[in-house]
């Protein structure tokens, strides 16, 4: 069963760094048909991509967001890391990892999010 | 970047009449490869989203057979054959044609 798993802070300060993780079980971070995706959705509006990775360590980032976003993997402890600098009041959101298949060619599981809020 | 428009935003249907739901991208989804990286997904309140409809027209695991996926190039559409309680929720088209990914802006499917 493929399944992944958003943690990280609940709360962070204005101009603090964020720092989530997503850990994937059922299929390796290796696999060349297989990537990981960081989606968000600010509460009540719709779903925003922020970056991924793919097997090789290839990485693409949000063209509005990418001065801010690092994304990385281990794959020996299956998780992948997502950080965003100066966290702003607006970026409070529920934060999603997403699994992307070669096969569905698509976000084919999905986490079950993690709400951060941005506050001081 | 690619941008995703769906018509209509808000969708009032009665149970177990037809719904449908457009999706229109700014340029052409085909992917060198010959794909169309065109998925719907559905999020039920309070709920992740989840993936229904994969390359078009592909239903993925699990989906019941009244959803069903059409379109090519830039103009796509997700219908719902006779909708049921449990279909209302937000539907969003979304491209994995090229990067940076993109989403539509969500239709809301509510019940009349």
């Known amino acids: 069963q493929v399944t992944l798993k958003e943690s990280g802070p609940v709360l962070v300060k204005p101009t603090e760094t964020l720092t989530l993780t997503c850990t994937v079980s059922g299929f390796s971070l290796s696999n060349a048909r297989m990537g990981v995706s960081w989606i968000r959705q600010p509460p009540g509006k719709a779903l925003e991509w922020l970056a991924h990775i793919f097997s090789n360590d290839e990485k693409s980032y949000s063209t509005s967001l990418k001065s801010r976003l690092t994304i990385s993997k281990d794959t020996s402890k299956s998780q992948v890391v997502l950080t965003m600098t100066n966290m702003d009041p607006v970026d409070t959101a529920t934060y999603y990892c997403a699994r992307i298949s070669l096969t569905a060619g698509g976000m084919d599981v999905w986490g079950q999010g993690t709400t951060v809020t941005v506050s001081s | 970047d690619i941008v995703m428009t769906q018509t209509p935003l808000s969708s009032p249907v009665t149970l177990g009449q037809p719904a449908s739901i457009s999706c229109r991208s700014s340029q052409s989804l085909v992917h060198s490869d010959g794909n169309t990286y065109l998925s719907w997904l559905q999020q039920r309140p309070g709920q992740p989203p989840r993936l229904l409809i994969y390359?078009?027209?592909n239903r993925f695991s699990g989906v019941p057979d009244r959803f069903s996926g059409s379109g090519a190039g830039t103009d796509f559409t997700l219908k719902i054959s006779r909708v049921e309680a449990e279909d209302v929720g937000v539907y969003y088209c979304?491209?994995?044609?090229?990067?940076?990914?993109?989403f539509g802006q969500g239709t809301r499917l509510e019940i009349k």
């Open positions: 979304t491209q994995a044609t090229q990067f940076p990914l993109t």
């Open positions: 390359k078009i027209s």
